[in-house]
């Protein structure tokens, strides 16, 4: 099955800080990415779409000088959350879509990001 | 109104039940549904993916689409606590169009 990998799995900040996470199809290439942010016992937040090659597309009240994302290649995609406060922290869940296929998402495993 | 509709629950059920999961949905526009299980502190995983109306069954999972009452269902048989988990319908209308998801629904199936 088409396989979605995040980096880091969780990862612990100081206020103030920029985190980097990466979002990689290993098995499909993947021409439009999603990051999705989950408070706990929520549902999915899509924040932005990010498509190879151009400017992602972030959901209104999303910062996009906040979130930036870039999606460099057909199988990357990097959301780096810069001066990280600790409302920031959060579940950032990334998904690509398998477009070769049955056009449909498949998620990563999510990033736990921690803002002291 | 949203998009897609789903209760919340949570829904407690005894280990062997059958499962019953629901979502309406408003969008006459949506071709695709998708059925999504998410344990905590994991990223969802797709479970039913469905094309239009009709049924579609894999393993102890039905998933049913009523397009003309836009109303979709999952089915579990058998259920299990490893089933405890949330379950997320989606619908989509192809291209470049964004999944909807509802908000899903918290499964916990005792022993």
């Known amino acids: 099955g088409a396989v979605v990998s995040q980096h880091p799995s969780w990862v612990i900040c100081k206020s103030g800080t920029s985190v980097k996470i990466e979002c990689r199809s290993l098995d499909f290439q993947a021409t439009t990415m999603f990051w999705y942010r989950q408070f706990p016992k929520q549902s999915l937040m899509l924040m932005a779409t990010?498509?190879?090659?151009?400017?992602?597309?972030?959901e209104q009240g999303v910062e996009k000088d906040k979130f930036l994302i870039n999606h460099a290649s057909l199988t990357l995609s990097t959301l780096t959350v810069t001066s990280a406060h600790p409302e920031d922290s959060s579940f950032y869940i990334c998904s690509a879509r398998n477009t070769g296929g049955t056009d449909t998402q498949y998620f990563g495993p999510g990033t736990r990001l921690t803002v002291l | 109104q949203k998009e897609v509709e789903q209760d919340p629950g949570p829904l407690s059920v005894p280990e062997g039940a059958i499962v019953s999961l629901n979502c309406t949905y408003s969008n006459s526009a949506f071709q695709y549904f998708m059925w999504y299980r998410q344990y905590s502190r994991k990223g969802p995983e797709l479970l039913m993916y469905?094309?239009?109306?009709g049924n579609k069954e894999d393993g102890r999972f039905t998933a049913q689409v009523d397009k003309s009452s836009k109303y979709i269902s999952l089915f579990i048989r058998d259920s299990q606590p490893s089933d405890s988990a949330t379950y997320l319908c989606?619908?989509?209308?192809?291209?470049?169009?964004?999944?909807?998801f509802g908000a899903g629904t918290r499964l916990a199936v005792h022993p």
């Open positions: 469905t094309y239009s109306s």
């Open positions: 989606a619908g989509f209308s192809g291209g470049y169009n964004k999944l909807i």
């Open positions: 990010s498509n190879e090659g151009s400017k992602a597309t972030y």
